[in-house]
């Protein structure tokens, strides 16, 4: 049924296709700085909000995985034991006084909730976007009818004409029966 050596082939070709699969995602998800400059790139900096976005994915993802902790015996021996134990008061009473204030914390529930909740208004914004896609396509189809019908009108008979708009032939019968226009 299947040529000799198929089914070896299918987990490359299977490989091949989720890959391709993921990078369209990506690539989907990715933002379109291009239309972003062209749509409000004159009154905001979109550029710059790129080049932002770009560095804190840099930085996130150079962020270490686990938090050392501050050897702060390595510390005393470079700047001094003194400087040293000033820091480590400053520090400690701000990670014991501020630090928990500063800190939020999700439990396993609200985690679900807020990552179902972002799915949500990703596919509902996904939405969005392929409707509007969808209708800009519609509207450009539009404009290149009545981009034709402008450029050709010229070159239509009266009968064509009347053919092709039935509500300006009958508007024209209307107005020839109140005697805006002048019969022959």
């Known amino acids: 049924l299947f040529p000799s050596g198929w089914l070896r082939c299918i987990p490359v070709i299977m490989f091949r296709r989720t890959s391709m699969m993921l990078s369209r995602r990506m690539a989907s998800r990715a933002a379109n700085w291009e239309y972003l400059s062209s ?3 004159k009154n905001v900096d979109v550029q710059g909000f790129r080049k932002l976005t770009e560095d804190m994915e ?3 993802t150079k962020a270490p995985k686990e938090i050392k902790p501050i050897d702060f015996k390595a510390w005393e021996e470079k700047v001094g034991k003194e400087a040293v134990a000033v820091m480590k008061a ?3 009473k701000w990670s014991k006084e501020e630090k928990p204030g500063l800190m939020v914390s999700f439990s396993a529930e609200d985690q679900k909730a807020l990552a179902a909740e972002a799915e949500e208004m990703i596919a509902g914004a996904q939405e969005m976007e392929d409707w509007h896609r969808l209708r800009l396509r519609e509207l450009e189809i539009e404009i290149a009818k009545l981009q034709y019908e402008k450029d050709n009108i010229d070159n239509l008979s009266v009968g064509d004409l009347m053919k092709r708009y039935p509500h300006v032939e009958k508007r024209v019968e209307e107005e020839l029966k109140e005697g805006i226009w002048p019969t022959p």
Do not use: Y
């Open 39 to 41: 749509t409000i790139g």
């Open 58 to 60: 840099i930085t996130i």
């Open 90 to 92: 400053d520090w400690e």
